[in-house]
């Protein structure tokens, strides 16, 4: 099946410092990328469209200077969080749009990236 | 407005008995696709089950069925038989249209909780 690479699974990061979330598709090409954001005992918040070369669609109230995203190749986007701060901890999940297919196996999710923001 | 709406934050079930999800949702579309996921406390997002908007026989995988009504615009999950390892998140999710680049849009989530 689909399988989404999602690294690092966790991260711990000082105020002020840039990290970056990285999403890959092993074993299919995703045109499409989607970039969730989770609290805690909460519901998944996209953030973000990405599609393969062009500029991310950045939800409303998604600060797109904050979140950097790039997806420079059919099977990695990747999420960079600058200059984070506490309030930036938070559970980060990526999921590809499998080309080509459709209802229930259009999606697939990756493991998800906790970041810690010290 | 909200788009799924689940209305239970937690529920409890004894093991082995049956339990309800409930979800409903909003959509002016015509075409689009109703999904439940499982999220333990790893946080992965395991796939359950999907139901087509233009399904006529309501999905069921295994233990999970879905309990589709459409006039209604309710998707509720039905968990039978179930199991102490059950216990997790669970969220229910529309994508409106068949095209690609669609979001995915998730209900707030029930907490499950699977008595001994």
């Known amino acids: 099946g689909a399988v989404v690479s999602q690294h690092p699974s966790r991260v711990i990061c000082k105020s002020g410092t840039s990290v970056k979330i990285e999403c890959r598709s092993l074993?299919?090409?995703?045109?499409?990328m989607f970039w969730y954001r989770q609290f805690p005992k909460q519901s998944l918040m996209l953030m973000a469209t990405?599609?393969?070369?062009?500029?991310?669609?950045?939800e409303q109230g998604v600060e797109k200077d904050k979140f950097l995203i790039n997806h420079a190749s059919l099977t990695l986007s990747t999420l960079t969080v600058t200059s984070a701060h506490p309030e930036d901890s938070s559970f980060y999940i990526c999921s590809a749009e499998l080309t080509g297919y459709s209802g229930a196996n259009v999606l697939t999710f990756g493991a998800g990236s906790r970041l810690t923001v010290l | 407005a909200q788009k799924i709406t689940q209305t239970q934050p937690g529920m409890f079930v004894q093991e082995k008995e049956a339990v309800t999800l409930d979800c409903t949702y909003d959509t002016s579309d015509q075409s689009y696709g109703l999904f439940w996921y499982k999220q333990p406390s790893s946080g992965e997002m395991i796939f359950l089950i999907y139901q087509g908007s233009y399904d006529e026989q309501n999905a069921t995988e295994g233990r999970y069925s879905l309990n589709f009504q459409k006039a209604r615009k309710s998707a509720n999950l039905v968990i039978s038989a179930s199991q102490l390892g059950d216990s997790a998140m669970y969220f229910c999710a529309m994508r409106e249209g068949l095209g690609y680049g669609n979001k995915l849009v998730f209900g707030a989530g029930t907490i499950l909780r699977v008595k001994s």
């Open positions: 990405s599609n393969e070369g062009s500029k991310a669609t950045y």
């Open positions: 074993d299919f090409q995703a045109t499409t």
